[in-house]
């Protein structure tokens, strides 16, 4: 329950009535004060002051002050007129609702269009600004652009003053020369007519007074030129310099950004070549066939089978010789040293086949089981049992079903304890 | 580039631009007027040769030349300048020569060259230097012929490669040091990135170089003085000074290069009124306005006592960009200070003005 204000104390004029409210110790901010028309409400809670004021006034004109613990209205009348109370006597409680509701309604339609107005208001400014700066761009721009026209004006006028001169200069000449010569050119004619590569002096009557001035001119200066020839050097004795250049393979022209690449082209061309040619000499006398690696692979596989190791090691030689990157090649390779007792050949072998099986898929496991295998049975016959030992852990690791690769795992690790225990 | 700030440096204005329907491989101002040239090759495969006027801020077309081939390059400097002719090399190899005036038959013709000529230079004309007029052409064949007008059919000067060489295409040539009636070298620039001098007088190579890059474009800054600098452009957007004055026995001429950006630099050309100023056409439809400045000392003496060159430095006076395809001819007028004509692979010619030149 909201404790009402009831202590106020009022005094009106003709057009104004001024109301002061003790707010007995609470504290008052604009936003706990509203008024409409007919309607005035003070909400601190818990206290509560509402009046429903004798006739309208004024609500946008009117004031309230608040400090020294009042708020002090100052409200101006719609109408001048004085009132009996400050507010309405029989005010029963539906028009009290009523009244109450409509002075809320009231309000908010009136912040609303208060809001439009400043929003309108606002993109009027913003327009505003906006051509206020068009404005002055554009007359910076045009700044410019005249001061360019100017220059381009001037420099167009002197460029005409200068062809006129140039103009009237070859025509003063022409008809100076034209005068002088008049008689002139009868015999300068048959001259002409001798020479070779001449050309041909035209009518007199041709229209353009240009090249009128220009032929007048041609007339007259054939005449000089005649003596002039001969003051010129006889052409050079010909001759022949022969040129070397600085030598490039690429017909394209040189350019820097393009010398890496370029290089790196001529190398590796550089290498195709030289593979292809170092076999191509030994291989001369070798049959179609035999010059397939796979079909030399095939070869020493049967070979190897047959208990030939010696014919199989060659057999993949010369494939390794043609084709150097099949890792099956050093695998089968690496077997036949074993066989053979190559024990660090073996190694050799089973490790390049390793290099050649990166990367390490699921495609080339069978391949890398066996190279560890294999490399691990070499080292360990070398006695080398740790690193016989890693090999074949690393196969584990790539096939950890197999039984056979897992006993001999274990016989290792055996053998490298008792040495251990006994050293 | 506002004209405000730096308003001092030399501003590029583009004055007129002319749309063509051809492809346009170079334009040059005729001598002692107000014209150019405009050379190239159509679509249907024919050269054309166009004659524009400039007439306020236009270009109005005078003339137009069809010929049977493509035309790739084309010079006035070996004729005089009462005759003006126009020295052109195609793309089958032939060198010509016409009278603009009567254009059906050429002057001189010879068929050069087995390839394209890629570039050709004339020197001893246009009342410029002394000695006889000579023209060069370089051509990917591999050779570099020099050919007097008077003398046909044979070169006097032929640099080709060594029998069973493999040849390579030569991009550029340049005539240069042709300060009296003997004295004459040529300049040459290889796709594969050497640069030879050859001297005409004595016949033989004077000096030779590679510049890492292939060589588009060689020029002296004046064909008729005691050779004073060359400046050679390459791919890849280097161009080097060589400082002509002082040959080291081994080492050559001193240098000095810039990067000016990262695509082709296609064209370099001298201001014929100031011999320090050049432009630079690159890759990338941009110009570039070079002022070289000369070391406190041209050359100095090494540890045995030999004269060796000292480059100086090059500073960019300004750039600008015209064009999305690259300028690939660029020509200063003789006659006006500034005024320049260069075309680009988007098919436009383009007159522009330097201005503020006089006060580099």
Redesign the interface.
């Known amino acids: 329950m909201p404790v009402w204000l009831r202590e106020r104390s009022w005094r009106q004029t003709l057009t104004a009535v001024y109301l002061s409210l003790p707010l007995r110790g609470a504290r008052a901010t604009p936003a706990n004060i509203f008024c409409s028309e007919q309607y005035l409400k003070v909400s601190i809670p818990p206290f509560l002051f509402e009046a429903i004021l004798y006739a309208p006034i004024d609500d946008t004109n009117s004031t309230a002050k608040i400090g020294n613990g009042n708020i002090f209205f100052t409200l101006y009348k719609k109408e001048p007129a004085m009132w009996d109370s400050l507010t309405l006597a029989n005010a029963d409680k539906e028009k009290l609702q009523y009244l109450r509701e409509n002075a809320v309604l009231k309000a908010q339609e009136k912040a609303k269009e208060e809001t439009e107005a400043k929003k309108i208001t606002k993109q009027e400014h913003k327009k505003y600004a906006l051509e206020a700066t068009m404005k002055v761009e554009e007359a910076e721009r045009k700044r410019?652009e005249d001061?360019?026209e100017k220059?381009?004006q001037k420099?167009?006028k002197e460029?005409?003053l200068?062809?006129k001169q140039?103009k009237n200069g070859d025509k003063y000449k022409s008809i100076q020369k034209k005068g002088e010569l008049h008689q002139e050119i009868e015999p300068l004619k048959e001259r002409k007519s001798e020479k070779i590569?001449k050309?041909?002096i035209?009518n007199e009557g041709t229209s353009k007074t240009r090249?009128k001035s220009?032929?007048g001119?041609?007339s007259c200066?054939i005449f000089s030129?005649n003596l002039?020839e001969e003051q010129?050097?006889?052409?050079?004795?010909?001759?022949?310099?022969?040129?070397?250049?600085?030598p490039?393979v690429f017909p394209?022209?040189?350019?820097?950004?393009r010398?890496a690449e370029e290089e790196e082209w001529l190398h590796k061309q550089a290498e195709a070549r030289r593979i292809i040619n170092s076999d191509l000499s030994e291989l001369e006398d070798l049959k179609e066939e035999e010059k397939n690696p796979d079909w030399l692979k095939d070869k020493g596989n049967k070979m190897f089978a047959m208990g030939d190791y010696l014919g199989a090691v060659n057999a993949y030689n010369l494939a390794v010789r043609l084709n150097n990157k099949l890792p099956l090649l050093y695998l089968n390779r690496a077997a036949c040293h074993l066989k053979l007792r190559n024990l660090h050949k073996a190694v050799e072998d089973s490790s390049k086949a390793l290099e050649l099986l990166t990367p390490p898929v699921p495609d080339n496991e069978n391949a890398r089981v066996k190279a560890h295998v294999r490399r691990g049975t070499a080292f360990c016959q070398l006695e080398l049992y740790t690193e016989g030992l890693q090999d074949y852990e690393a196969a584990l690791k790539i096939d950890p079903r197999n039984k056979n690769i897992e006993k001999d795992a274990e016989k290792i690790r055996h053998l490298i304890q008792g040495t251990m225990q006994s050293s | 580039m506002s004209a405000g700030a730096g308003a001092e440096r030399p501003q590029v204005v583009s004055h007129v631009q002319q749309a063509l329907s051809y492809t346009v491989f170079d334009c040059k101002w005729v001598p002692r007027s107000a014209r150019l040239l405009c050379l190239g090759s159509a679509a249907r495969g024919t050269g054309l040769i166009q004659l524009y006027e400039l007439h306020g801020a236009r270009l109005e077309l005078l003339r137009e030349i069809e010929k049977p081939k493509p035309i790739k390059c084309g010079t006035f400097g070996a004729t005089s300048l009462q005759q003006r002719y126009l020295a052109t090399g195609d793309f089958d190899g032939n060198l010509n020569v016409w009278n603009l005036e009567a254009p059906e038959i050429p002057v001189y013709s010879v068929k050069g060259h087995k390839e394209i000529i890629n570039s050709i230079d004339g020197v001893g004309g246009l009342g410029i230097g002394e000695g006889a007029p000579e023209i060069v052409t370089g051509s990917r064949d591999g050779t570099v012929k020099v050919w007097d007008p008077r003398q046909s059919d044979t070169p006097v000067a032929n640099m080709e490669p060594v029998q069973g060489e493999s040849k390579r295409d030569c991009w550029t040539v340049a005539f240069g040091n042709a300060y009296n009636q003997e004295e004459r070298v040529v300049c040459a620039g290889y796709d594969n990135g050497d640069i030879k001098l050859f001297d005409l007088k004595t016949m033989s190579l004077r000096w030779e170089t590679n510049i890492k890059n292939g060589v588009c474009s060689v020029e002296f800054d004046r064909k008729d003085i005691n050779m004073n600098k060359l400046v050679a452009t390459s791919l890849e957007g280097k161009f080097h000074v060589f400082d002509m004055r002082t040959q080291h026995p081994t080492k050559g001429f001193a240098s000095v290069s810039e990067k000016a950006q990262k695509s082709t630099i296609w064209q370099v050309r001298h201001l014929p009124q100031n011999r320090d100023v050049f432009m630079t056409s690159g890759g990338s439809g941009s110009l570039h306005l070079w002022k070289y400045e000369y070391p406190a000392q041209r050359s100095k003496k090494d540890s045995e006592g030999s004269e060796m060159g000292v480059a100086g430095s090059v500073s960019l006076l300004q750039n600008v960009t015209l064009s999305t395809q690259p300028i690939s001819s660029l020509d200063w007028s003789p006659d006006k200070k500034g005024l320049c004509v260069c075309g680009a692979f988007d098919q436009t010619v383009r007159v522009l003005i330097v201005t503020k030149l006089n006060k580099i």
């Open positions: 410019i001061l360019k220059e381009r420099v167009a460029l005409e200068w062809k140039q590569n050309t041909q035209p090249l220009t032929k001119h041609g200066s030129q002039k010129l050097p006889a052409p050079r004795a010909a001759a022949t310099i022969k040129v070397n250049f600085t490039r394209t022209a040189l350019r820097e950004s010398v």
